[in-house]
T-cell receptor, first 113, second 112 residues
Framework: EDQVTQSPEALRLQEGESSSLNCSYT??????LFWYRQDPGKGPEFLFT???AGEEKEKERLKATLTKKESFLHITAPKPEDSATYLC??????????????FGAGTRLAVHP | EPEVTQTPSHQVTQMGQEVILRCVPI?????FYWYRQILGQKVEFLVS????????KSEIFDDQFSVERPDGSNFTLKIRSTKLEDSAMYFC??????????FGPGTRLTVT
């Protein structure tokens, strides 16, 4: 069964304190791995797509990396506005190509001034 | 920047009533999805829709659920007879390629 596990469940950082969030996955043929940001009461906001091991993507203070078993979201010098829940999702190869996303439970990040 | 919109933002209904949740996907997108998130739980896939038909559905998406694209812009989710356990945030998403999916702000459904 395709599965996504995120750790830690919650993370508290001081402003400027860099850290990493982990997403480990088991999937029957990875089509893509996706990172989203979700603010309370809002829909997931797309951040990155990664397709193959070794791939990296960057956006402002965030960098996502991918290996064959896991992905990391690195946050460099975070600011309070980076506080949110970060969701990891995978998409498996299947017939049809209209693939559902399978989400992890997320990491709740709180950045304090 | 184009975005997915959903109405209403909050729907309160009584058990056994029918509800219709509405979505306007991004205009040039071809793939449409519904997900739900029960409070404090993971985002769960319900159904995907392409070329005017359901392409995949989850075990949650039973005979009480249906989807429709009644015109060129709207995409709806109908729950025929709501249950208490249907209370959740319902998210619509759309995609141009079937890869990156863009989510709407959600409809909070409360069944009493």
């Amino acid at each position: 069964e395709d599965q996504v596990t995120q750790s830690p469940e919650a993370l508290r950082l001081q402003e400027g304190e860099s850290s990493s969030l982990n997403c480990s996955y088991t999937v029957s043929g990875l089509r893509g791995l996706f990172w989203y940001r979700q603010d309370p009461g809002k829909g997931p906001e797309f951040l990155f797509t990664l397709y193959s091991a070794g791939e990296e993507k960057e956006k402002e203070r965030l960098k996502a990396t991918l290996t064959k078993k896991e992905s990391f979201l690195h946050i460099t010098a975070p600011k309070p506005e980076d506080s949110a829940t970060y969701l990891c999702a995978v998409q498996a190869f299947s017939t049809g190509g209209y693939n559902k996303l399978i989400f992890g439970a997320g990491t709740r990040l709180a950045v304090h001034p | 920047e184009p975005e997915v919109t959903q109405t209403p933002s909050h729907q309160v209904t009584q058990m056994g009533q029918e509800v219709i949740l509405r979505c306007v996907p991004i205009s040039n997108h071809l793939y449409f999805y519904w997900y739900r998130q029960i409070l404090g739980q993971k985002v769960e896939f319900l159904v995907s829709f392409y070329n005017n038909e359901i392409s995949e559905k989850s075990e949650i998406f039973d005979d009480q659920f249906s989807v429709e694209r009644p015109d060129g812009s709207n995409f709806t989710l109908k729950i025929r007879s709501t249950k208490l356990e249907d209370s959740a945030m319902y998210f619509c998403a759309s995609s141009s390629t079937g890869d990156e999916q863009y989510f709407g702000p959600g409809t909070r459904l409360t069944v009493t």
